[in-house]
């Protein structure tokens, strides 16, 4: 599966983000119910979940910013997001599936066993 890793940043109409937001939003939902239902003690789940937030980081983190309102000034101040419901429920579900499936906890384990002076 191939992703456009900074399409939130190169989509201007508002119309096409909110049908993007949406199948990310039933994507995730639905990665999400797999991995609760399957629990901690699946590591096979757990890894795939982890492989999916490693490949969409990016993409990830373009929803956590714009959902913080990092770097969006209009003449005004800043700007409204049409798409700030579903940016919400986004960041709602990226934040449960880091947690349920220990991606910070892995990665900075696995920084650290690369770079000695990491801690």
Do not use: W
Request: charged fraction near 20%; hydrophobic fraction near 45%; charge should be negative.
């Amino acid at each position: 599966m191939t992703h456009q890793t900074n399409i939130l940043l190169d989509i201007d109409n508002p119309a096409a983000l909110k049908v993007y937001f949406k199948l990310l939003l039933d994507i995730i939902h639905i990665i999400n119910a797999i991995v609760l239902s399957r629990g901690q003690q699946n590591d096979q789940t757990l890894a795939q979940a982890r492989h999916f937030l490693q490949e969409y980081r990016s993409t990830s983190m373009s929803i956590f910013k714009r959902s913080a309102k990092i770097g969006q000034v209009n003449e005004v101040g800043i700007a409204r997001d049409p798409n700030e419901e579903l940016l919400e429920q986004l960041v709602d579900q990226f934040t449960v599936l880091i947690a349920a499936s220990s991606f910070l906890e892995v990665s900075l384990t696995c920084v650290a066993k690369k770079s000695p002076e990491f801690t």
